[in-house]
C-alpha cells in the first residue's frame, strides 16, 4: 500500500472512532434524560384523585340557589326513576306478564304454574315466606326461584305486588 493510503485509512479510521463514541454519548444521555422524566399517571389514579378531592356537597343561596337545588332534586327523581324496572309501576299483571310468565306458565326450573294445586305447600307457608322467597331467592326441592325473579331492578314492593297479584288471580 501506499503512504497516503495509509494515511486516508488512518484519518478515516478517526472519524469513525470518534462518531462511535458521539453516538455512544448519545445513547447514555437519552437513557439518563428518559430516567429523569416523570411516568404517565395512571388514567385509574387520576380518577381516583378526582373522586376523592371532588366536594362533598353544594351550596345553594338565593333565588338561583333555590332553583338550582330544586332542579338537582328533580333529575335525582328522575335517575332514580329510571333505573327502577318497569317505570316503578306497583301492577303485579304488568310485571307478571313481562317477566314471570316466562317460568311460571311453563314451570321451568320447579316453578309452580298458576293452578292452585301447585300452590298449597307454598301458600301454607304464609305471605311472609313467600314474599321473602320472592325476593332473596329460594332454592330448594322444589324447584329455583331467582332474587326478584331474575331482575335486580325491581323493588321489593314491586316484587311484593306481583306475588299478591298471582296468588289472587291463581285458578
Not at 164 to 170: E, I, Y
Request: proline content about 4%.
Amino acid at each position: 500500500m501506499r503512504n497516503y493510503d495509509l494515511e486516508f485509512l488512518k484519518h478515516f479510521s478517526m472519524v469513525i472512532g470518534f462518531l462511535v463514541l458521539v453516538t455512544l454519548g448519545l445513547i447514555i444521555g437519552a437513557v439518563v434524560i428518559h430516567k429523569q422524566l416523570p411516568r404517565e399517571a395512571d388514567p385509574a389514579a387520576a380518577q381516583r384523585t378526582e373522586r376523592r378531592i371532588a366536594p362533598v356537597g353544594a351550596v345553594y343561596a338565593g333565588s338561583t340557589g333555590a332553583a338550582a337545588q330544586a332542579a338537582a332534586a328533580a333529575a335525582a327523581v328522575a335517575k332514580a326513576a329510571s333505573q327502577v324496572a318497569y317505570g316503578g309501576t306497583l301492577d303485579g299483571e304488568v310485571i307478571y306478564n313481562s317477566l314471570c310468565a316466562g317460568c311460571h306458565n311453563s314451570g321451568a326450573g320447579g316453578a309452580p304454574t298458576m293452578a292452585r294445586a301447585q300452590w298449597t305447600a307454598r301458600l301454607g307457608q304464609g305471605a311472609e315466606t313467600l314474599h321473602r322467597h320472592a325476593i332473596e331467592g329460594y332454592t330448594g326441592a322444589d324447584g329455583i326461584m331467582p332474587p326478584k325473579g331474575g331482575n335486580p331492578a325491581l323493588t321489593d314492593e314491586q316484587v311484593i305486588a306481583t306475588v299478591d297479584w298471582m296468588v289472587d288471580n291463581l285458578q
